[in-house]
């Protein structure tokens, strides 16, 4: 073999492996079987690029082929990313093919969240493209709310030391102070007096003790008699009292329907009226004597005829 031979075929080897190299990093593999090519239309690919892995449910089965803008007029500015899948794994057209982040680093894969209803998706099928946020887009998308409400929280805040500041003024300070040093006043005096009370029960905790079995003494007294008067025939005397009570209500009913003396009295109008008549005589009868007695009451010593009464005109 010549050595311009050998020359060209180095040459020719080395050509083949960087067509093959440059195929594999752009995600094709020379020496299998073409793969199935799908496409999913996205806003913003979130950086995921050529040669970016595609895997379902966590296993790889290939790899971006491209990206590149929508064509489409009413889609201008759309991203249309191919992909191919080298396993033979069926899924259907409703599946999604979904973009997210591969690692912490920021590395953005292409994930087929399979689904199996419906018709098989075959090559060259478009799937509904999702974006996953990631992990940073996610604090972001809850601090927002957590910074508004802090936000808020110190407009507040700011508002109520404001408010504060024009309240406690000069005045407001001293009069503050002033109630302070009251309060501490009060709180030195309360001292004394709870150091008086202590000094006042040390003094007289014999009597107090005295007090209090006099009060126990008492107490057990009151049981006493409460247990006498419970042992006692109360049942009767009750029983009595109220045969007193149902008797003595007989005789204001006997009274209300006129029956006896003071029944009569008290229902009876003719008997009243002849009662008052006959008062009102007897007073006339006494005013009468009491002017002229001579006219009642007849007394001579040498048995001289009395004058005859003559009514006043």
């Known amino acids: 073999m010549s050595r311009e031979l050998k020359t060209g075929i180095i040459a020719i080897l080395i050509v083949a492996v960087f ?7 752009k995600g094709k593999n020379l020496f299998n079987t073409p793969p199935r090519t799908y496409f999913a239309e996205f806003n913003n690919v979130q950086g995921l690029n ?8 966590g296993m790889q089965v290939g790899k ?15 991203l249309v990313v191919q992909f191919g899948v080298e396993n033979d794994f069926q899924f259907s057209k409703n599946s999604i093919a979904k973009i997210y982040s591969a690692s912490l ?6 994930a087929i969240i399979p689904s199996y209803d419906g018709e098989n998706a075959p090559s060259g099928s478009f799937l509904k493209g999702e974006v996953e946020s990631d992990l940073i887009a996610s ?10 409400k802090l936000e808020n929280v110190i407009v507040s805040a700011d508002s109520l030391l404001l408010g504060l500041n024009q309240t406690l003024n000069s005045d407001t300070r001293k009069n503050l102070r002033s109630t302070i040093a009251n309060l501490n006043t009060t709180v030195s005096n309360f001292k004394k007096s709870s150091v008086s009370l202590d000094e006042l029960l040390s003094e007289n905790k014999d009597k107090l003790g005295e007090t209090l079995n006099n009060v126990e003494l008492a107490t057990d007294n009151f049981v006493k008699i409460s247990d006498s008067i419970a042992n006692a025939n109360l049942g009767q005397t009750i029983a009595k009292l109220q045969s007193t009570v149902a008797n003595f209500d007989n005789i204001l009913s006997g ?3 006129g029956e006896g003396s003071i029944g009569k009295l008290m229902k009876d109008e003719a008997l009243y009226t ?5 008062s009102k005589e007897l007073e006339e009868l006494l005013r009468e004597m009491k002017e002229n007695p001579k006219r009642f009451v007849h007394f001579s010593l040498f048995g001289k005829k009395a004058k005859e009464y003559k009514p006043k005109e």
């Open 274 to 278: 002849n009662l008052e008549n006959a």
């Open 105 to 110: 680093m920021g590395g953005k894969s292409l």
């Open 139 to 148: 604090f972001g998308e809850k601090l927002n709310p957590i910074q508004a």
């Open 50 to 57: 050529t040669a970016s892995i595609v895997t379902i449910n």
């Open 19 to 25: 067509i093959w190299g440059f195929n594999f990093m």
């Open 255 to 257: 009274i209300d329907k």
């Open 64 to 78: 971006v082929v491209g990206i590149d803008f929508n064509k489409d007029i009413n889609k201008k500015g759309q």
